[in-house]
Structures are given as C-alpha cells and as structure tokens.
Nanobody, 124 residues
Framework: QVQLVESGGGLVQAGGSLRLSCAASGGTFRRYVMGWFRQAPGKEREFVAAISWSGSNIYYADSVKGRFTISRDNAKNTVYLQMGSLKIEDTAVYSC?????????????????WGQGTQVTVSS
C-alpha cells in the first residue's frame, strides 16, 4: 500500500506559478498511474492531470491544458504538477492519487490511494 504526501501549495497572485510535489512511500512507485485532482469550496472534486507509469502518456483537463504540466521522477518516487498562468478559479485543495491501470482516469472513484491534499490559493 502506497502513502502519498503532497507539498508545495500556498498563496500566489493571479498569473503566477507554483509547483506541487507528491512523494510516495510504502509501495513500488513505478507500478502506479498518478493523478492530480482538485476540489474548490462548494464544488465536487475534479480531475486535473494524470501520467502513466513511465510518463509516456499524459492527460489534462481542458481547463488546465497549456498552463499546467504533470511529470514524474520514478527514481525519487515523486510526481509533480507545475502550474503556470494561475487564475483565481484555480483556487482549490489539490490532491494526488494513485491507481494501477489507465482506465477511467478522469474518475476519482477509480483511484486507489490518496494524499491529504495541499491548499492552493490564487489572489487577484
């Protein structure tokens, strides 16, 4: 069973950048497809991005495409989310998640393991 811990959240002005990290432990990291989700106050959790085991396949929500970049370093057991051109509507708790297969990437219910989340707040 893998444990996931996110870091890198914080307060940033609109148009700025942040890089989130998600460190995994207790499992074989390269066996997991990794995803990032976010949940804003009063809203449902939504898919942000996902990356396959080796990083060869990457998927983004339309709302972040061209602004966010997901990557992973299997030697460091870490997945990253580089966020740029941040907008106020990007404000949310960002969580990383792990699953074994590529199926249903956009559905949070298909992920097996979750981190506790990190707050990202974008101000005007």
């Amino acid at each position: 069973q893998v444990q996931l811990v996110e870091s890198g959240g914080g307060l940033v002005q609109a148009g700025g950048s942040l890089r989130l990290s998600c460190a995994a432990s207790g499992g074989t990291f390269r066996r997991y497809v990794m995803g990032w989700f976010r949940q804003a106050p009063g809203k449902e959790r939504e898919f942000v991005a996902a990356i396959s085991w080796s990083g060869s396949n990457i998927y983004y929500a339309d709302s972040v495409k061209g602004r966010f970049t997901i990557s992973r370093d299997n030697a460091k057991n870490t997945v990253y989310l580089q966020m740029g051109s941040l907008k106020i509507e990007d404000t949310a708790v960002y969580s990383c998640a792990a699953k074994y297969t590529l199926g249903d990437l956009y559905a949070d219910a298909s992920y097996d393991y979750w981190g506790q989340g990190t707050q990202v707040t974008v101000s005007s």
